[in-house]
């Protein structure tokens, strides 16, 4: 790990994103807030103290950070990505959380499953709701694809990110995953 922490933010084509990174991987991705200046906010926000060491702008991205915003930007074009490789730094996260979220990075895009279901696959049968709780405080959206994780009966069930599950709804259907009516027009970002 490194003594320092580094953020990026950068535009695509649902908004703002930034994330933030340690030598080990991806330890934050923030979703589109109402702006650039929302988005950085809400990530300096979640970034945890590292005894410290504050999070630096990043001067120059390195190489494997330089791809997943690559990744991350194809995606948010609505291209199919497969973001299951992509290093991530969890340090701090509990056992039950991690192979909650292991279980979630196997989806892939366009593939759904319940809370349920989920618990079942990463070895917890009948704590659904224990694994709406995880996914509700995932630190990297997307690259743990907790939106595709879906309420008994199909249902959109929440979504902690900016927008709420209307945000759930759209990055379904970028996936071509269609659940109950279209999302209202007034999301927090405009895609």
């Known amino acids: 790990m490194t003594a320092s922490l580094c953020y990026h933010l950068f535009e695509t084509q649902i908004g703002w994103i930034g994330i933030a990174w340690s030598d080990a991987g991806l330890t934050r991705l923030q979703l589109p807030e109402r702006d650039r200046a929302a988005t950085q906010r809400r990530l300096l926000a979640t970034i945890p103290d590292r005894g410290n060491q504050a999070a630096q702008p990043a001067e120059h991205l390195p190489e494997q950070i330089a791809s997943v915003v690559a990744a991350i930007t194809r995606y948010a074009s609505g ?73 008994a009966g199909g249902k959109i069930g929440g979504f902690s990110a900016p927008g709420g599950s209307a945000t759930k709804e759209r990055l379904l259907a970028m996936e071509g995953v269609r659940v109950g009516p279209p999302p209202p027009a007034q999301a927090s970002f405009g895609f």
């Open 79 to 151: 291209e199919a990505v497969d973001f299951s490789g992509t290093p991530v730094d969890l340090g701090g996260v509990d056992a039950f959380r991690l192979a909650i979220y292991a279980a979630a990075r196997k989806l892939g895009f366009g593939e759904v499953t319940t809370y349920g279901e989920l618990a079942a696959r990463a070895g917890h049968p009948g704590m659904a709701r224990e694994t709406g709780q995880a996914l509700g405080s995932n630190p990297v959206p997307l690259v743990v694809p907790c939106h595709r994780i879906l309420a």
